[in-house]
């Protein structure tokens, strides 16, 4: 495996699906602690995602092969590697490990306006999503990104905040994604916000891609 030398705009996305959808630990393995790191996500949502910009961009930051597997039981998708080099990497440039409690984007990350896109985008495009909802025979979009760190959820409004995307954010307690824990919603509403936040960011996962289309095909109705 190696382990990238710099700080990029393509470490800063793999960086933003750790903390979107990333684990990482050390666990007993035949006696002796080793380093485990996952990344998972849905099913049938992220299985392109993973399959054409994760896996892809993922071995050429790490130099590995990844098996990108589907499993049927938990209803996600994605590999785990298990690797101590790796995780001490992830650990000294400021990822947890263990539960993502109080993840936040590490400072080598907020040094420049293109690694907080990227950070941004990679985190999007794991744990954020794209809601349209209908109003007065129009499709009014809604993006927001959830998390149970409430230190992430004040990097995120400043981040959009500097971006000029204009953003709120709101609680809530129950949520079955998160074990039940409080969960903090960062939402930017409104249709010059959405045009500008796909511009700004330009997210990569599929899913995302094809909600954007649906909305602007609308538009054109």
């Excluded at 949502?45 to 049927?72: N, T």
């Excluded at 896109?117 to 959830?146: C, E, H, M, S």
Aim: glycine share 6%; hydrophobic share 35%.
């Amino acid at each position: 495996m190696q382990i990238p030398s710099n700080i990029s705009t393509e470490l800063a996305e793999e960086v933003g699906w750790h903390i979107g959808d990333g684990s990482m630990n050390f666990y007993k393995n035949r006696g002796k602690l080793k380093g485990l790191y996952q990344l998972r996500g849905h099913i049938e949502d992220d299985k392109e995602h993973y399959e054409k910009r994760i896996r892809p961009l993922f071995e050429k930051l790490f130099g590995v092969k990844l098996s990108i597997r589907d499993m049927p039981s938990t209803r996600v998708v994605g590999f785990q590697i298990w690797n101590n080099d790796l995780i001490n990497f992830k650990k000294n440039l400021g990822l947890p490990l263990g539960y993502k409690y109080k993840v936040e984007i590490p400072t080598a990350f907020l040094l420049k306006g293109s690694l907080k896109r990227a950070v941004i985008k990679g985190i999007f495009d794991t744990d954020g999503g794209i809601y349209l909802q209908r109003k007065n025979n129009k499709l009014y979009p809604r993006i927001y990104i959830t998390t149970i760190s409430l230190v992430l959820s004040e990097q995120l409004l400043r981040i959009f905040d500097e971006f000029s995307l204009r953003a709120t954010r709101y609680s809530q307690l129950y949520n079955k994604k998160f074990n039940r824990k409080r969960s903090y919603i960062v939402t930017i509403r409104g249709v010059d916000m959405f045009h500008k936040f796909m511009k700004e960011i330009s997210p990569k996962n599929p899913k995302h891609i094809k909600k954007y289309l649906d909305f602007l095909n609308s538009q054109n109705l």
